[in-house]
């Protein structure tokens, strides 16, 4: 197969940034997804609808020209969430989750969540108004092995949390782990995993491999193969009844900010994002797959219609720059200077 045309995909967890940087990053998401679901993680967070929708204002307004690409929006989920917000969650169809990050789990995670008990009415009024639980699945023990902590929350946190509130819908969150793809798995239908592109295609060593590699560190931090084959196995197996779905979690962090004493943890896939997935289904022999984790599986969960537009990718490699614009400064996007075996057709059809 050189050719394949899809339903559109959407891109289940994104970051997006804000002012300049999004200017710089919109235009390659736009050019792949239909939708996607961007992240709140902006500093200072975003807490309320009212930002959200402000957001997304400024989200449309960066869109290249005549780019129908469409934002979903997420809030921030704090101690000083209510119910009363869920509700106006669930009335505001623009806006379609809420996000927990543990406190210091990841970037701009100050403001995260210390308790879950605290919010057991919150999440009671999500459950109640099938308002999606969106995950970042680690704890932050500061003892805890930094590999372990997907693996930990699982069975503790999440664990807990799911037996609590069983109709609650939860994603967990860009797994990484044999235990997370188990824990899918166990459960029912109300949970549901989104999986980078990353994580599918490097393990741990990456981050080693011949010295430091900043651009290849992010959280939850890569994990050995059988951890990776776990994840490939779970996304492109016939299996994949639909809890699986594409989630690039592209994360732009400026060079400045990835070569410091203390880098930052995100790697930038939006530019080549649906093809990085290609040569992992194909990799694994499941290209005819492909469309229903990238364009199905998504919206089925979320309860959104799934796109009607259709993409083409062609196998025809070509070569990533070494830099992509951020703002007044730069990134080092993931293949960066190096072969991408598919690339889209420059219309869809
Ligand atoms: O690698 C990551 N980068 N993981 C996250 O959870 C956050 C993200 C970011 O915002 O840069
Ligand atoms: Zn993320």
């Known amino acids: 197969m050189d050719s394949l045309t899809i339903t559109q995909p959407d891109d289940w967890h994104l970051h997006l940034r804000d002012g300049d940087q999004l200017i710089s990053v919109i235009a390659d998401t736009a050019a792949r997804f239909g939708r996607a679901v961007v992240m709140p993680n902006l500093k200072p967070p975003v807490v309320s609808v009212a930002q959200a929708l402000g957001y997304r204002e400024r989200i449309l307004a960066a869109r290249p020209p005549g780019s129908a690409f469409e934002p979903l929006m997420t809030l921030y989920l704090t101690a000083d969430t209510t119910p009363a917000q869920i509700q106006q969650v669930a009335a505001t169809p623009q806006v379609v989750g809420v996000k927990l990050y543990p406190a210091g789990a990841t970037t ?124 490939v196995e779970a996304a492109t197996s016939v299996a994949n009844t639909g809890k699986y779905f594409l989630g690039t979690d592209s994360a732009p962090h400026s060079i400045a900010n990835k070569h410091s004493a203390c880098g930052c943890a995100g790697i930038y896939t939006a530019h080549a994002a649906i093809e990085l997935y290609a040569e992992v289904f194909e990799a694994a022999g499941a290209l005819d797959r492909l469309e229903a984790f990238a364009s199905f599986h998504g919206p089925d969960f979320y309860g959104l219609p799934r796109n009607r537009v259709m993409l083409n990718l062609v196998r025809e490699a070509w070569t990533v720059p070494e830099t992509l614009s951020l703002g007044d400064e730069l990134l080092v996007p993931l293949r960066a200077g190096e072969r991408v075996r598919w690339r889209i057709a420059a219309q869809p059809s």
Do not use: Q
Not at 147 to 153: I, K, L, N, S, Y
Not at 160 to 169: F, M, T, V
Not at 181 to 187: K, R
Not at 216 to 224: E, F, G, I, S, T
């Open 108 to 231: 701009n995670s100050e403001a995260g969540v210390t308790s879950l008990d605290a919010l057991t009415p919150v999440f009671e009024a999500m459950a109640e108004h099938a308002v999606p639980l969106l995950i970042h699945g680690e704890t932050t023990d500061p003892n805890d092995d930094v590999f372990d902590r997907e693996a930990r929350f699982v069975d503790g946190a999440l664990t807990r949390l799911h037996g609590r509130h069983p109709e609650l819908k939860i994603v967990l969150e860009h797994i990484t782990t044999a235990d997370a793809v188990a824990w899918i798995g166990e459960t029912g239908p109300r949970t549901a995993a989104t999986v980078t592109a990353h994580h599918l295609l490097l393990n741990r060593n990456a981050i080693f491999s011949g010295g430091l590699r900043p651009h290849h560190y992010c959280l939850p931090v890569l994990k050995r193969e059988r951890h990776r084959e776990a994840l």
